[in-house]
C-alpha cells in the first residue's frame, strides 16, 4: 500500500507499507513508528466520493485499497480526552512511562539523500564481502547528521544520553559500514556527533519558532522571569506546539469561553474538559514560558484548580494517571517504609519518626500506614518539613496565620486537641505562594497526590527543604524517571527492595 502522508505544507511523505492496516488505530501506529511523530493526531483522506474533498479517517475501510492520501491534523492529544464525567475512567498507563519511553526502540533511521543512499549501499556491500569500514567524507558526514538531527528533534528537541545511544546504535546496525574501528561499540563517535549537531540544530529551532526551543532561549525584555530550563521531572509534553488549524486568537477566545463556564451553578465538565485540552498549548506556553505568579494563574485559568483538572492536566503532560500511580505505587512501599522507619528509631535516633509511628500502633488502618510513611519520609531522609508540612486547629487560628511565608505545601486542619504527631483530619489544603489553590481533602495521600499534581501543573521546583522526598514519591513511587535518581534516593530505594518483611 502506498501512502502520500501530508504533515504540513511544507513537509509532505511517501510511505510505502506491506500490510494493510486492518484499524485506523493500527494505522496511527504505523505511522508513529515510521515517520517519528508524536502527539495526538487525527486523520483525513481524499475520499473519492467526494470528489477528493479530505474527510475524516474513522473506519479503516473507507480507505482506497491500494493508494491513498492522508493529512495529519496534530490536536493537544486526542488520547488524553475525556469523554465521561468521571476522572476515574481516565485510561491507565504504566506508572513506569515517562518520556523516555515515547522514544521509538530501535530508532527508525530514515532515508538520506540518493547520493548518500547509494554511495551507503556500496559501502555496505563491501562491509558484508570482507568487513571493510569507509572513509567517510565530511560532506556525507554532514548530510547524515543533518537528516539524523531533523528526526530526532520532531520527536523531542531535548534528547536524554539513552536516546542518542539509541539513534548512533541503530545507524550503525543499518549501515555498518560506518561503524568506527577504533570503537568498542563501533558507535561512540556517532553518539558525541550528534549531540554536538543537535545543539546546533535547536538554535535553528529556535529561529523558526520552534515553542519547545524558544522557551529556553529568552533574553532580555522578552522574558518575563528568570530563564527556563528543560523538562526535568520527566514531562512528555512540557511546552508542546499549537494544534494544527488553532490560531492564537482562536484559543484565547476558547480561554474565555473557560472563565464563563466556571462561573455557572452546574458546571458542564466534560465542555470544560474539551475546552481545557483544546488551549493546553496556550496554557503551559503561559506557564512554562511567563512564570506568572499563582494568582494570575488562577485568575486566568480557574478551571485547573480543582481535582478533576489536576488529574487530566497531569496526564496530558506526563501521560501517566496521577492518582492511580500515585496510591499504587505508594502501596508497594508503605510496608517497607515502615519497617526501615521502625529499624532507625530503634537506636533512639529521630524521635519525630518514632513519634509517627506511634500513631499507626494507635490506629493501623491503611490510611493511616499511608499518612506515616509519607509524613515519616522526610524525617527519614534527614530533611525539615516544618515549612511544608503544616498543621493547625481548623477552628483556632487564622489561615491566613497558618499560611504565612508558606510558599509550597499542604496545611493540615484538625479538630480538638493535637496530641498526636498526626491528628484526626479535618480538612487538608494545598498551598502556593500563600493561596489556598485546592482544599476540602479529608486525608494526607490525597492531599499529597494533588500537591505533587499541582507542582507539575504550575511548573514549580520541588520546595528545596524536601527536594529528596519529592524526588522520592517522582522517581520511586511514581516510576516517572526512576532511572535518574539521586545517589541519595538510589541509595533508600535499593534499601528498600533488598529489605526482607
Known sequence: ML??????????????????????????????????????????????????????????????????????????????SVSTLDTASLPSLSSGESDSQQWPDPFPIPQFSHDVELTLQEANRRYAKDGSVMVIPKGMKTDILDTLADSMSKISPYPERQHYENVAKALVEK??????????????????????????????????????????????????????????????HYCPDPPEGLSAEDMEGKRRMIEVEMLKKDLDHQRIEELMSATFSKRRKEIVGDQPLIGDVMTRWPAMFCERQVRAEFKRIVSTDLLESFLNGLDDLVPRLLEVYEA???????????????????????????????????????????????????????????????????????????????????????????????????????????????????????????????EFLQKVVMKIKPDEASARVHGVRNKLLRYKL
Request: aromatic share 8%; glycine share 8%.
Open 344 to 470: 532507625v528509631t530503634k537506636s533512639g535516633k529521630k524521635p519525630a519518626l518514632k513519634a509517627i509511628l506511634d500513631c499507626v500502633k494507635k490506629d493501623n488502618t491503611n490510611e493511616r500506614r499511608r499518612t506515616a510513611a509519607l509524613l515519616g519520609l522526610p524525617h527519614y531522609l534527614s530533611e525539615d518539613p516544618s515549612d511544608i508540612i503544616r498543621m493547625c486547629d481548623a477552628h483556632g487560628e487564622s489561615l491566613a496565620a497558618a499560611m504565612k511565608g508558606m510558599q509550597l505545601g499542604l496545611l493540615i486542619g484538625y479538630e480538638g486537641d493535637n496530641q498526636d504527631a498526626f491528628p484526626e483530619v479535618f480538612d487538608v489544603a494545598v498551598v502556593v505562594e500563600e493561596n489556598i489553590v485546592l482544599h476540602n481533602f479529608k486525608d494526607v495521600p490525597s492531599s499529597f497526590t494533588m500537591l505533587l499534581g499541582i507542582i507539575y501543573c504550575v511548573t514549580l521546583e520541588y520546595p528545596r527543604a524536601m527536594k529528596y522526598s519529592f
Open 3 to 80: 501512502l502520500r502522508v501530508v504533515l504540513c505544507e511544507t513537509d509532505i511523505r511517501r510511505l510505502s507499507i506491506e500490510n494493510t492496516p486492518q484499524s485506523v488505530e493500527e494505522l496511527c501506529e504505523v505511522l508513529r513508528a515510521n515517520l517519528s511523530l508524536r502527539g495526538g493526531f487525527i486523520l483525513q483522506f481524499e475520499d473519492p466520493a467526494f470528489k477528493d474533498q479530505l474527510t475524516n479517517l474513522t473506519d479503516i475501510r473507507d480507505l482506497p485499497e491500494e493508494r491513498a492520501t492522508l493529512k495529519v491534523l496534530f490536536t493537544a492529544d486526542a488520547a488524553l
Open 175 to 236: 549501515h555498518p559500514s560506518l561503524k568506527e574501528p577504533g570503537s568498542g561499540k563501533g558507535w561512540y563517535g556517532w553518539f558525541h556527533s550528534l549531540k554536538f549537531k543537535l545543539g546546533n540544530y535547536r538554535q535553528k529551532l529556535s529561529a523558526a519558532g520552534c515553542p519547545e526551543v524558544r522557551v529556553n532561549k529568552r533574553i532580555g525584555e522578552e522574558a518575563k522571569g528568570s530563564r527556563v530550563k528543560k523538562s526535568k521531572k520527566g514531562e512528555v
